[in-house]
């Protein structure tokens, strides 16, 4: 079968008892993620997702708990820091958008080397921020370094995000902002050439 996209979804991976993404990420579907994003392929990991592919090494940096130790499950704004991507190439850069987040694990650590060679790659892709795109410690839920929303890897494949753009796509769910990131990735996927044996 040939997918165009895989998106490893939120949800408590076999409870998070360990660490979140831990035990999820020895799971056997895990070997065709990799393969998969090792292909160029587009990959999303949201809210758990993110977790599962940061845990899995597809993606740099840790999520901890959030830095006020509550779990929250709100509304928030985010800043797209680079339009250039297979899950931004339909936004504006600087474009702010509007979803959700479900989590109290979402507080994103990278070390300080890291951080600054992914900022010089444009790996950070969303930052929480607020309604007019400014940068506060009170538009940001988690405590994230930098504001960190989402991110992706090096070659710019793999993306990893806290917020729900699943829960953001119909004016039903309380708006469509989410839909954003999806039809960039049908954009993507309709533009890019075949794979061999795909």
Not at 46 to 73: D, T, W, Y
Not at 75 to 102: C, D, K, Y
Request: aromatic share 8%; charged share 15%; hydrophobic share 40%.
């Amino acid at each position: 079968a040939s997918f165009d996209c895989l998106i490893l979804p939120g949800g408590f991976s076999y409870g998070d008892y360990l660490r979140v993404g831990a035990i999820a990420r020895f799971s056997p579907v895990m070997k065709s993620v990799v393969a998969f994003a090792n292909a160029g392929r587009p990959v999303i990991g949201i809210c758990n997702g993110f977790q599962i592919l940061c845990e899995a090494g597809l993606l740099p940096g840790v999520l901890m708990k959030n830095s006020h130790l509550q779990f929250r499950c709100e509304w928030v704004h985010i800043r797209v820091e680079n339009n250039r991507t297979p899950f931004t190439n339909q936004a504006s850069f600087g474009q702010v958008l509007s979803m959700p987040v479900s989590h109290g694990d979402g507080n994103y650590y990278v070390d300080a080397k890291t951080l600054e060679s992914m900022e010089e790659a444009g790996q950070v892709v969303f930052r929480y921020c607020d309604e007019e795109g400014g940068l506060s410690a009170q538009s940001n839920p988690n405590g994230s370094i930098r504001n960190i929303a989402g991110i992706t890897n090096p070659q710019g494949n793999v993306l990893g995000m806290m917020p729900h753009p699943e829960r953001a796509a119909d004016i039903s769910l309380g708006g469509t902002d989410g839909l954003t990131v999806m039809r960039s990735v049908i954009e993507f996927a309709n533009s890019a050439p075949p794979l061999k044996g795909q």
